[in-house]
């Protein structure tokens, strides 16, 4: 059974990718390095895996305004997410998406925190909403 | 649900050039991501470019921006930078970061910002009025814009350039009025004694808030230096936009008027629970200071003036750094007043433009935990991790007197 979900598309373009799945709210700033992708955060459920190259699954963005730019620095370094589904996205998360060019989708009609699995090979069409599981990891 | 553009928003979106539809892009993502359904005028924006946080491809789009032609829509203000514009780069610290700052403040200004360079805009007579839809960035302004002054903006961030650029913001937020109500209520036992106790408490109501918009009642009006300290600390502790006080800040003539409906039984706040929040950030018990630092957020010219009056006739203690950071406008003041040579024979390194001790990320740490005392939450809550020290934390008074004698006496204001 494959999952399939809508969201509402925040900002456009269709990727496909690994899923890396979070729990707690990411701050990009300060929280992830941006010179290696690697979340840095003490105690965050993710502290020592890259972002890099992967569909980040978290619930929204927490911390500094100064985030937005920490996207684009992934970007720049090809170290960043290549889509991003959030639970309820915000203006700090929602305005780095658009300068780092990747497709984010909220507020789908499942839960994507549950129902994707970090390693599953996911794609997200930011246009349309649509986000699917091809390959679940197990 | 698709927000509704005027025209003109349809031109930037569609005709304008690469930077206006970049700007008018993330608009629209971010109101599209908080339910906006329209976008409205700003009468102003003030923005951060913080160099270790835009790192050079932040410092690239910025200077593209300038170079393809694209100009500030409405006035435009600069919050702190990396360096002091007086001396330029230190070689202590000079890192690319400095390069990327000076690019990208060079370019704001092409695009039409005035190079205040300070994360206290107000006290360089720079205040959005009552009611103004604005898009300011750095969180202890935004706080202040909304609370203290009565004006409206969001925490933005990269926003605040696109709404520079388009003169435009979603309608989302702290711009509708309801959004902007206070919804827990804090009543306050005591009177705070001085600025630092404000800092204090600021700190304490933002984290007992739990993401609420706050009201509190039961205090005296402690002058617009101590609102700005409090909203300071406000800030640095929890992401709430704003915060109301009973009969001082403009909307809340009374409890009634600023709470959707009745008032949330009140929580009260103690002179014992303000003592347990000093303990947060007087986190050490060793008394050899090493560092003072006073002006973060950008000291005023009364703050100065009270560093200026407690130092008077007497010299920081050989070995101590003593630094005070504001911007020039204070600088300038300080200067033809006669304090800035108070300061500067007694030993005080006192930079304008550069970014408050602690905030500066790509400053060096200190080699061994040195000890430092502020008068500053903001300072206290980020210099342990961005330079490597421990903290003392109390009143100025306190921290001009550590400076002298290079002892820190007490904790009691």
């Known amino acids: 059974m494959t999952v399939r979900m809508h969201g509402q598309g925040i900002t456009e373009g269709e990727a496909e990718g690994i899923a890396l799945v979070s729990h707690m709210p990411i701050a990009f700033n300060l929280g992830v390095d941006e010179r290696t992708g690697v979340v840095v955060e003490k105690g965050h459920e993710l502290e020592g895996q890259s972002v890099a190259g992967k569909v980040l699954v978290f619930p929204g963005g927490k911390g500094s305004t100064a985030s937005s730019f920490s996207l684009l620095q992934l970007a720049s370094l090809s170290l960043g997410p290549v889509a991003l589904v959030n639970a309820q996205s915000d203006a700090i998360v929602a305005a780095g998406a658009v300068l780092a060019a990747i497709p984010l989708v909220h507020r789908c009609s499942k839960n994507p925190l549950e129902l994707i699995k970090t390693g599953d090979r996911v794609r997200v069409n930011g246009r349309t909403g649509v986000v699917e599981v091809l390959e679940a990891s197990e | 649900m698709k927000m509704k553009l005027t025209p003109d928003q349809e031109k930037m979106l569609q005709g304008g050039g690469r930077t206006q539809q970049t700007a008018m892009a993330m608009l629209l993502a971010v109101g599209r991501a908080m339910d906006a359904t329209d976008l409205i005028p700003v009468a102003s924006a003030h923005i951060v470019i913080d160099a270790f946080a835009m790192g050079k491809p932040g410092a690239d789009l910025i200077v593209s921006m300038a170079e393809s032609g694209a100009r500030f829509a409405v006035p435009a203000t600069i919050n702190a930078i990396s360096f002091d514009r007086r001396t330029g780069p230190s070689p202590e610290t000079a890192t690319d970061y400095?390069?990327?700052?000076?690019?990208?403040?060079?370019a704001c200004q092409v695009m039409g910002a005035v190079a205040t360079c300070s994360c206290n805009p107000f006290s360089q007579g720079i205040a959005p009025a009552f009611g103004e839809?604005?898009?300011?960035?750095?969180?202890?302004?935004t706080g202040y814009v909304n609370s203290v002054l009565g004006a409206r903006s969001n925490r933005e961030g990269a926003t605040a350039i696109a709404s520079a650029l388009t003169g435009v913001t979603p309608r989302y937020g702290m711009h509708v009025p309801a959004n902007r109500r206070a919804s827990v209520h804090f009543e306050v036992a005591f009177q705070p004694r001085n600025e630092s106790e404000f800092n204090l408490l600021g700190s304490l109501v933002a984290r007992r808030s739990q993401g609420r918009i706050p009201v509190i009642s039961g205090l005296a009006h402690p002058g617009a230096d101590a609102l700005f300290g409090f909203g300071a600390s406000f800030a640095i502790v929890a992401n709430i936009p704003m915060f109301h006080i009973v009969g001082i800040t403009p909307e809340a003539p009374s409890l009634e008027d600023v709470c959707a409906g009745v008032p949330p039984a009140p929580i009260s706040i103690t002179r014992n629970d303000l003592d347990r929040e000093?303990?947060?950030?007087?986190?050490?018990?060793?008394?050899?200071?090493?560092?003072?630092?006073?002006?973060?957020?950008?000291?005023?010219?009364h703050q100065i003036q009270e560093v200026a009056e407690l130092l008077k006739g007497r010299k920081v203690k050989p070995g101590i750094e003593f630094t005070l950071t504001t911007n020039r406008s204070n600088f300038a003041l300080a200067e033809s007043s006669g304090l800035l040579s108070t300061l500067v024979s007694a030993g005080v390194k006192v930079t304008a433009d550069r970014m408050c001790f602690g905030c500066d990320l790509g400053a060096r740490k200190y080699q061994r935990a040195a000890l430092l005392a502020t008068n500053s939450v903001k300072a206290a809550l980020s210099a342990p991790g961005t330079r490597g020290v421990r903290t003392r934390y109390g009143t100025t008074r306190q921290c001009v007197e550590a400076a002298i004698t290079g002892i820190w006496k007490g904790s009691e204001g």
């Open chain 2, 98 to 106: 400095d390069v990327h700052q000076q690019r990208m403040l060079e």
């Open chain 2, 133 to 141: 839809h604005v898009a300011w960035s750095e969180s202890a302004t």
């Open chain 2, 278 to 301: 000093r303990a947060a950030y007087d986190t050490d018990g060793s008394t050899g200071v090493d560092l003072v630092t006073i002006g973060a957020p950008h000291a005023t010219i």
